[in-house]
């Protein structure tokens, strides 16, 4: 196969590149074309306009994974289990000043944060991997502050949906 999903994954770009590689078409969920599918489904989920009020979008994140919260919740944890080591790679690339390390890491934190559609911490995934790729680590702690502050709320927001 030679083609491409881009971040986030969804169910439905997934079920439609399966669609239209498979030779049986049997395992086909949709007759929409899927050309411009994951793309449209990226642009929800990271529009920097902002307008995202929570640490996730959920209608968006549900809608990504067919309407499965259950799968939602393992995402999600999955998703915050992983913070740590990110976090601890960013701080040791700072501490080091290590511009590219912190630009990897970044960009490691802005494409799962993106696959729940965590806007706020994708967002502030996205300045701090550029500010790597700039070598400007002016600004850096501010950032990586609100990042804490958006993982804080991240975890209090997945309780909630755990308990519902």
């Known amino acids: 196969m030679d083609d491409h999903l881009a971040k986030p994954l969804s169910t439905e770009a997934v079920q439609k590149a399966i669609h239209q590689w498979s030779t049986k078409r049997r395992l086909a ?3 929409s074309d899927s050309s411009d599918s994951s793309t449209t489904l990226s642009r929800k ?3 920097d306009e902002g307008s995202q009020v929570g640490p996730i979008d959920i209608e968006q994140a549900l809608e990504n994974l067919a309407g499965n919260r259950e799968l939602l919740v393992e995402v999600l944890n999955s998703f915050i289990e992983t913070i740590p080591k990110i976090l601890e790679d960013l701080d ?3 501490s080091v000043e290590d511009a590219s390390g912190l630009a990897a890491a970044a960009h490691s934190l802005k494409g799962a944060a993106a696959n729940v ?3 706020p911490i994708r967002r502030t995934a996205r300045r701090l991997e550029e500010l790597g790729r700039w070598n400007e680590l002016g600004g850096v702690d501010r950032l990586l502050a609100d990042l804490r502050k958006h ?7 997945a309780q909630t ?4």
């Open 151 to 157: 993982v804080d709320r991240l975890r209090s927001f």
């Open 29 to 31: 969920l949709s007759d």
């Open 45 to 47: 989920c990271r529009d």
């Open 92 to 94: 040791n690339a700072v």
């Open 161 to 164: 949906v755990q308990q519902e």
């Open 117 to 119: 559609c965590a806007e």
